[in-house]
């Protein structure tokens, strides 16, 4: 059910901003409650050619379920929109943007999938990390920087 193949890429998403504060135990027990995310999980492990739509779906559902336990919604977005206007969440509280979701799925995939899963392999074919959400800076790659929602806010 939660095979060693699906670990890196919970991790890396983990670590990442798309589960924000939230708990290693909560982001474990939704994955547990939704177990629909782990052929997800399984997908992005490997090296896929990009990030299917359907997998996309599954991890935008994953995630609100991980922000509120008891929301219909699908769509991130609406999500978002739902807990910092209607169950009055501060910004820290409220999932990813759809668009910052997909950068760090990609950017998770990238290094689970491509690096980690790749690591006993002498000379690994790597695509170029730019394909996968990151930028070169200087001499370093770095995570595509995206408005974060609290500057998106600040209008509101």
């Known amino acids: 059910m939660y095979g060693i193949a699906n670990v890196p890429c919970f991790y ?9 504060r939230k ?12 177990n629909d995310v782990t052929p997800a ?39 978002w ?3 910092f206007t209607q169950k009055s969440r501060s910004i820290e509280g ?11 799925t990609k950017r998770a995939t990238y290094q689970a ?12 074919e790597l695509p170029s990390p730019n394909e996968w959400g990151w930028i070169r800076k200087e001499l370093k790659w770095l995570g595509s920087m995206l408005n974060n929602s609290t500057r998106s806010c600040k209008g509101l």
């Open 94 to 104: 409220i999932p990813p943007t759809k668009t910052s979701l997909i950068q760090l």
């Open 41 to 79: 999980l399984c997908s992005l492990a490997t090296t896929p050619e990009s990030v299917k739509s359907f997998i996309k779906q599954l991890l935008e559902r994953f995630v609100i379920l991980l922000y509120d336990r008891a929301s219909n919604l699908e769509c991130v977005n609406q999500a």
């Open 81 to 83: 929109k739902q807990l």
């Open 23 to 34: 708990a290693k135990s909560t982001a474990w027990d939704t994955w547990k409650a939704y």
């Open 113 to 124: 999938g491509y690096c980690w899963g790749q690591v006993m392999i002498a000379a690994p």
């Open 12 to 20: 890396r998403l983990r670590d990442g901003v798309v589960f924000g």
